[in-house]
């Protein structure tokens, strides 16, 4: 079955770069049609897709956030990492990582890890 | 900017149906925007309900319904249980390889 974990830093200071890592299992991003998206949730706000990445290597951002994200893929580790430079306190949120095999949905979830940014 | 938007709340009785809908700051909604549907509870990560308008995602029971409606997509809840008291967001395929999400309903059962 299909799993995925997100992980990284709990707590980053402002101005920092935040990297994080999503490990899944359950499917290989060589497969045509497999995609990775990272998503975010502050607290008590909406969710906001960030960025993905497919099994071609296209990559995809949020138009509002690109200019601070890189998304990439380790295929021989089941890894996709997502980086976002320039921390501030207004990214405080859970971040998601999610499957997709069409463009349009997500099909699994991983459970999320809360990421804080405080001095 | 386009933003998704979506009814900030909505109260429904145990049994009873609610309708959600998901639109456009500027445009209708259509089959084209593939919508999708995705229900949280606090603490939780989302759970996929319905995608390609209405197909429903496996497991999930046949009282979610989707449909558009009108210019907007909507989530139909037929026989509200308690366990449905939950947040429900809206996500559109906004072509170019963005999605948006909506702001999210919150659906309280009582």
């Known amino acids: 079955q299909v799993t995925m974990k997100e992980s990284g830093p709990a707590l980053v200071k402002p101005t920092q770069t935040l990297t994080l890592t999503c490990t899944f299992s359950?499917?290989?991003?060589?497969?045509?049609?497999?995609?990775v998206s990272w998503i975010r949730q502050p607290p008590g706000k909406a969710l906001e897709w960030l960025a993905r990445?497919?099994?071609?290597?296209?990559?995809f951002y949020s138009t509002s956030l690109k200019t601070r994200l890189t998304i990439s893929k380790d295929t021989s580790k089941n890894q996709v990492v997502l980086t976002m430079t320039n921390m501030d306190p207004v990214d405080t949120a859970t971040y998601y990582c999610?499957?997709?095999?069409?463009?349009?949905?997500?099909?699994?979830w991983g459970q999320g890890t809360l990421v804080t940014v405080s001095s | 900017q386009t933003v998704v938007t979506q009814e900030p709340s909505f109260s429904v009785s145990p049994g009873g149906t609610v309708t959600l809908t998901c639109g456009l700051s500027s445009g209708s909604v259509s089959t084209n925007y593939y919508p999708s549907w995705y229900q949280q509870t606090p603490g939780q990560a989302p759970r996929t309900l319905i995608y390609s308008t209405n197909t429903r995602s496996s497991g999930v029971p046949d009282r979610f319904s989707g449909s558009i409606l009108g210019n907007k997509a909507a989530l139909t809840i037929t026989g509200a249980q308690a366990d449905d008291e939950s947040d429900y967001y809206c996500?559109?395929?906004?072509?170019?390889?963005?999605?948006?999400f909506g702001g999210g309903t919150k659906v309280t059962v009582l």
């Open positions: 990445i497919d099994w071609d290597d296209d990559k």
């Open positions: 999610a499957r997709m095999i069409a463009t349009s949905y997500f099909d699994y």
């Open positions: 359950g499917f290989s991003l060589s497969t045509s049609a497999m995609r």
């Open positions: 996500l559109l395929y906004m072509g170019s390889g963005i999605v948006l």
